[in-house]
């Protein structure tokens, strides 16, 4: 499928606290914003592969849907390298990862 051009997205959201990762909401589909579909990320888990950047902090990570909405995943050691945390308000560029 083809890409569309404008690829890097940035957002600003609050970082949210999850039993497993931190995450910050995406207000967007990124199957519909990118033409790309979902990937099997994990077992029982489709996503799409991304580069983000908080803080100028880079790192590789997936948007997951989840009760409607879509997520991107933080893991505790980049929002610690990043010195960001739950409940604060980051700003986020994310961009689909090459496969």
Do not use: C
């Amino acid at each position: 499928m083809p890409l569309k051009l404008k690829m890097k997205k940035a957002l600003q959201s609050e970082l949210l606290s999850g039993h497993k990762e931190n995450a910050v909401e995406v207000p967007f589909d990124p199957a519909r914003e990118w033409d790309i579909e979902p990937q099997p990320l994990w077992r029982g888990r489709r996503g799409h592969q991304v580069l983000a950047k908080i803080n100028r902090v880079s790192f590789e990570s997936a948007i997951v849907p989840r009760q409607k909405k879509f997520y991107l995943l933080i893991d505790a050691e980049t929002a610690k390298s990043a010195g960001i945390s739950s409940g604060g308000l980051v700003e986020v560029s994310v961009e689909p990862r090459a496969e």
